[in-house]
Nanobody
Framework: QVRPVESGGGVVQSGGSLRLSCAASRRTFGGVGMGWLRQAPGNEREVVAGLRWSDDGTYYSDSVKGRFTISRDNAKNTVYLQMNSLKPEDTAVYYC?????????????????WGRGTQVTVSS
């Protein structure tokens, strides 16, 4: 089964930056767009950013707005999540999801097209 593939996680100090990559494209997964979600131990998975295929429209959760940027490179069929000013509370496994849709501006993930996740750890 085809799935998105994440890369770029790691350990960074508070205030630092990381860029995550996700190999995903509209051609492969369809739907309205794709998103990045994260799950910290003991917490539910939450959407942090979404991108619409048609016009590159974006969505960000309040917790990352102004610090994270989602973008894509069509030539490389890759979507990025640039994470700046990282905080310890950003520590989580980050998942790429493709082929989902949007409802009231929020990205709704596709139930099948999940990446395996990449760990991001922010030390204080």
């Amino acid at each position: 089964q085809v799935r998105p593939v994440e890369s770029g996680g790691g350990v960074v100090q508070s205030g630092g930056s990381l860029r995550l990559s996700c190999a995903a494209s509209r051609r492969t997964f369809g739907g309205v767009g794709m998103g990045w979600l994260r799950q910290a131990p003991g917490n539910e998975r939450e959407v942090v950013a979404g991108l619409r295929w048609s016009d590159d429209g974006t969505y960000y959760s309040d917790s990352v707005k102004g610090r994270f940027t989602i973008s894509r490179d069509n030539a490389k069929n890759t979507v990025y999540l640039q994470m700046n000013s990282l905080k310890p509370e950003d520590t989580a496994v980050y998942y790429c999801n493709a082929g989902g849709h949007f409802n009231s501006g929020t990205y709704i993930p596709h139930r099948t097209f999940w990446g395996r996740g990449t760990q991001v750890t922010v030390s204080s």
